[in-house]
C-alpha cells in the first residue's frame, strides 16, 4: 500500500513533443505529490509538486494532472527539449509530520531526440 | 548559496567493512534525510534527522545507523558491509519539518562494496 507504480519505464520523444508520465498510488492518506528531476551523477531535483485539493498545476512547459478518484496523477512535458533528456521521478507523501519521507516511483528515463 | 555537499563522492569497501558517509546541509537547514538509490529498487528512504534526534525512519536493518550534529550537519554508517549495500546514497535537507518542505538533494555518495 505504500508503493507508488511509475510508468513507462523509458520514453522517447522528438523535439518540440509532448512527454507523459503516469503514476498511481494506493495509499489515500498521501496528501503530496511531487515530481523531481535527475540529471546523471546528480541528485534529484524538485520540479513540480501537487496537493490533491486541486486537478492540475501548471509550471511553465511542465503540468501535473491529478485524478484523486482514479488514485493517479502523471508529469505532461510540452514542447519536450533535448535538454529535458533525464530520468523523473514520482513521489508521494503524507505530510504532516513526515517531512524527509518521500515514497518514490521507479523512474522513467525520458530521451528527447533532436 | 552552497547546496547540499555529500562527502566522500565515490567509495570502495569490501563486505564486511562498516564506512561512514557525511552531509552538510545547505546553511539553515535543519532537517537531513538520506535515501539510498538502487538500479532495482529505486529511491528508499533511510531516515531523516532533526534536531539531533531521528524523526523517522524506513525498512532497513539495524546496520544503517546516522546522527546528527549541532550545527546540523549528519552521518550515516554502513556496518558489516554486504554487496548488496553497493548504491548512491543521497542526502537532502530541508528548512524544518513543515508541511510540504521543498527536499534539496545533494549528489550523493557512490558506494561500492567488493
Known amino acids: 500500500q505504500q508503493q507508488v507504480k511509475q510508468s513507462p519505464q523509458s520514453l522517447i520523444v522528438q523535439k518540440g513533443g509532448i512527454s507523459i508520465i503516469n503514476c498511481a498510488y494506493e495509499?489515500?492518506?498521501?496528501?503530496?505529490f511531487p515530481w523531481y528531476q535527475q540529471f546523471p551523477g546528480k541528485g534529484p531535483a524538485l520540479l513540480i509538486a501537487i496537493r490533491p485539493d486541486v486537478s492540475e498545476k501548471k509550471e511553465g512547459r511542465f503540468t501535473i494532472s491529478f485524478n484523486k478518484s482514479a488514485k493517479q496523477f502523471s508529469l505532461h512535458i510540452m514542447d519536450s527539449q533535448p535538454g529535458d533528456s533525464a530520468t523523473y521521478f514520482c513521489?508521494?507523501?503524507?505530510?504532516?509530520?513526515?517531512?524527509?519521507?518521500?515514497?518514490f516511483g521507479q523512474g522513467t528515463t525520458l530521451q528527447v531526440k533532436p | 548559496k552552497a547546496g547540499v555537499t555529500q562527502t566522500p563522492r565515490y567509495l570502495i569497501k569490501t563486505r564486511g567493512q562498516q564506512v561512514t558517509l557525511s552531509c552538510s546541509p545547505i546553511?539553515?537547514?535543519?532537517?537531513v534525510s538520506w535515501y539510498q538509490q538502487t538500479p532495482g529498487q529505486g529511491l528508499q528512504f533511510l531516515f531523516e534527522?532533526?534536531?539531533?534526534?531521528?524523526?523517522n525512519k524506513g525498512n532497513f536493518p539495524g546496520r544503517f545507523s546516522g546522527r546528527q550534529f549541532s550545527n546540523s550537519r549528519s552521518e550515516m554508517n554502513v556496518s558489516t558491509l554486504e554487496l548488496g549495500d553497493s548504491a548512491l546514497y543521497l542526502c537532502?535537507?530541508?528548512?524544518?519539518?513543515?508541511?510540504?518542505?521543498?527536499?534539496?538533494f545533494g549528489s550523493g555518495t557512490q558506494l561500492s562494496v567488493l
Open positions: 537532502a535537507s530541508s528548512w524544518n519539518r513543515a508541511l510540504n518542505e521543498k527536499l534539496f
Open positions: 495509499n489515500t492518506a498521501f496528501d503530496y
Open positions: 546553511s539553515g537547514h535543519r532537517s
Open positions: 534527522y532533526f534536531s539531533e534526534t531521528q524523526r
Open positions: 513521489a508521494a507523501s503524507v505530510s504532516s509530520g513526515n517531512t524527509g519521507k518521500l515514497i
